[in-house]
């Protein structure tokens, strides 16, 4: 089950946004201390230390900078001059810069006459809402990116010329002292997020959550310590939440309320029951006839061990032996292994991934590596030679750590751990619950969802394992899988039969914006969708984050979806976005994108017509930096992802997260610093990036507690 990004996680990621120029963020300007500048329709990115000159624009919005930083701009009335002083800047502190904001720009924001409650109250549907306190309103707009010096960033929108895109919407500019205000909060915080240079010296983990084992990881635990492969968890508990297009496995929402209390009782007595319901010397490896001493023994030495990952403390030896020697004195010796095997399969160090707590710079014990490795690799406990090893203590060096990534990555078990990690990135999988109108969509059949689920899984699989593939592939790859049924759908010629094959894809379609998958997915029963489709590749593939759409226009009246007209194409009827004051902030960054793939109709099958008139996918992306420019359509739109800095620091988020267990926030700026330079050394090769998490700090040492 998929949810919104949580408030948490979203500010780490933004925050580190705001750090990472590496990767080419939106919002970090390539020189050291540049701010973009305002032009008559939008913003200039800045280069070369320091300096912005903007274009002047309708209205007069130009702007220009000076060395070292200093920004100078007018337009719309209003005048602004800015000067970062590096020295200074870096000595700022969060809380000296969220004191200067209480005194210097809050009170702007809450104005009732050009602030900014009118449209994010904190009742309202924006990301970024005005609290009632100053603090809470300064960590919400820094969540919401609002201080970073791009296209998304408050100051650009401030000193915008373009009414429908400048802040506060259908209100007058901000006087200069006002948006010198907000430059300076913008400015001390590019410099308090810049990282330190790192050196190999540098070890930042970052936090270390519990982390409760996911539906499936405890399905394949079962499977691996009790031999029951039926999956019984996935019937009795709760289904994950997980936020879109990131992993399962995130730790903040991973909580256990009643429901899974309830479930995991019942699993521990199903299963409980079910592994003693036969020969007991068999499951307790004892000679018959079982006597008490060698079950309890067995409980405690062997089942505890497998169960809890490491061997049992004295302490929690004697807990269970007790339990067992009290259980026994009341019921059968099978009742009282029952009992005793409810318990440990409902105790924490089951049910969760339990590190003991030390300094962060401390690396894990070699159990805790075993178990780190095993579930990161395998999405399963760890087997015998990870055990034998932990037992001798030798998952210490980074050599040995390396040779078991080898052996891991090997095991058919990666290879479900890849797929599922791309269902949950790509969401492909949701193309089995989504249904067409036969009488619009003739070729459309609910029984080609399998196959279109197939081809994804096929495709990504081989993409991801191929040694010369790069991360690019998986949009740009002129190739594909298909069986008969899914090629007449598509209209490709090759396959002829049930078996998928590999075919070559026709000029106009390439990688995964190419798949029905995902295309019939991110669109209506009935239509296209261009801000489904918009959003979608914003947010899942190229990282951006972006606010749920008002619910009412600047004049209080309900935003609906364009109704269908056969007189106009979806980009006429779409139109209304761009002009709209209340949309045209986000819509302007999304709709180009989506209509890049106008050309895919609602089944993902080819079109160049619609309503008579001949499909326009062309375009200009404004947003973010990596694609902006001009658009010619969905092949130009993938391409542009590929080489995009944006679509490579998503791919590091994501896999980070997934080794994690969290998303990544500013302490982790070194570990993703030194794993992007190790992927850019693989050429990109997914399975090499797949392999280099285990390299990271976060994931070598202990880390923090949360």
């Not at 969802?449 to 593939?469: N, Q, S, Y």
Request: charged letters at 20%; one cysteine or more.
């Amino acid at each position: 089950m998929q949810c919104g990004r949580p408030m948490r996680c979203i500010q780490r990621e933004l925050l580190l946004a705001i750090s990472l120029a590496l990767f080419g963020c939106e919002g970090v300007v390539d020189g050291p201390d540049t701010l973009l500048g305002a032009t008559g329709g939008g913003v200039q990115r800045a280069t070369g230390g320091g300096a912005a000159t903007g274009a002047t624009g309708g209205g007069g919005g130009s702007s220009t900078g000076g060395e070292g930083g200093g920004v100078s701009g007018s337009g719309g009335g209003a005048g602004f001059t800015f000067t970062c002083t590096p020295p200074t800047m870096a000595e700022a502190n969060i809380d000296a810069i969220a004191t200067a904001f209480e005194a210097r720009v809050f009170g702007r924001l809450v104005d009732a006459e050009s602030g900014c409650t009118r449209c994010h109250a904190p009742n309202s549907s924006r990301q970024f809402k005005v609290s009632s306190t100053a603090r809470q309103t300064f960590d919400a707009a820094v969540v919401a990116g609002l201080f970073t010096d791009g296209p998304a960033g408050i100051l650009a929108r401030l000193i915008e010329t373009n009414p429908a895109l400048r802040m506060p919407q259908g209100e007058s500019a901000w006087p200069a002292a006002d948006i010198q205000a907000v430059a300076d909060i913008t400015c001390r915080l590019k410099h308090l997020a810049q990282p330190a240079v790192c050196t190999p010296s540098d070890i930042k983990p970052g936090a270390a959550p519990l982390r409760r084992l996911t539906r499936r990881e405890l399905g394949n635990t079962v499977a691996v310590v009790m031999g029951i492969t039926d999956r019984p968890a996935d019937a009795l508990l709760p289904e994950d939440l997980h936020a879109e297009g990131w992993p399962d496995n995130d730790a903040e929402l991973l909580t256990a309320g009643s429901a899974h209390v309830r479930g995991y009782s019942a699993l521990a007595e199903d299963l409980s029951a079910r592994i003693t319901a036969t020969n007991l010397a068999t499951f307790t490896k004892c000679a018959a006839p079982v006597t008490d001493a060698c079950a309890r023994t067995f409980l405690t030495d062997d089942f505890g061990l497998r169960a809890f990952r490491r061997p049992l403390t004295a302490a929690e030896k004697g807990r269970y032996q007790t339990l067992f020697t009290q259980s026994r004195a009341a019921w059968s010796l099978r009742e009282a292994v029952m009992v005793t095997v409810e318990a440990l399969l409902q105790a924490p160090p089951f049910l969760y991934r339990v590190e003991a707590q030390a300094a962060p710079t401390a690396k894990p014990s070699s159990y805790e590596m075993a178990s780190r490795l095993s579930y990161l690799f395998t999405g399963a406990p760890p087997d015998d030679t990870l055990m034998t090893l932990a037992a001798a203590d030798q998952l210490q060096t980074p050599a040995t750590i390396a040779t078991q990534v080898q052996r891991l990555i090997a095991d058919p078990r990666a290879k479900s751990v890849v797929a599922s990690f791309h269902k949950q990135w790509l969401g492909f999988e949701d193309v089995l619950n989504i249904s067409k109108n036969e009488t619009v969509y003739p070729m459309w059949s609910d029984t080609l969802r399998p196959h279109m689920l197939k081809e994804t899984e096929l495709f990504v699989d081989a993409v991801f394992w191929d040694p010369a593939a790069k991360a690019g592939d998986l949009l740009t790859a002129p190739y594909s899988y298909m069986n008969k049924p899914l090629a007449d759908f598509y209209g490709v010629s090759g396959p002829t039969g049930a078996a998928f094959v590999k075919v070559t894809l026709p000029p106009t379609r390439t990688g995964v914006l190419g798949h029905s998958s995902i295309l019939a997915t991110q669109a209506l029963e009935d239509q296209t969708h261009p801000v489904y489709r918009g959003h979608f590749v914003l947010t899942r593939l190229l990282g951006q984050v972006l606010g749920a759409p008002p619910a009412t226009d600047a004049s209080g009246n309900p935003i609906d979806l364009p109704p269908l007209d056969p007189t106009k194409t979806t980009r006429e009827r779409f139109a209304a976005h761009s002009s709209n004051v209340a949309c045209a902030g986000c819509h302007l960054k999304i709709d180009p994108v989506g209509f890049a793939l106008e050309n895919f109709d609602g089944t993902g099958r080819w079109q160049t017509e619609q309503a008579g008139k001949r499909i326009d996918p062309s375009g200009t992306a404004v947003a973010p930096a990596g694609i902006a420019g001009p658009l010619s359509g969905a092949v130009d739109l993938s391409a542009r992802i590929a080489q995009s800095p944006e679509f490579q620091r998503t791919l590091l988020q994501r896999w980070f997260a997934l080794s994690t267990g969290r998303a990544p926030g500013v302490e982790d700026a070194c570990s993703l610093e030194r794993l992007d330079t190790a992927f850019r050394a693989a050429g990109h090769n997914p399975k090499a990036l797949f392999q280099l998490l285990s390299t990271t700090d976060a994931f070598l040492y202990r880390g923090t507690a949360p």
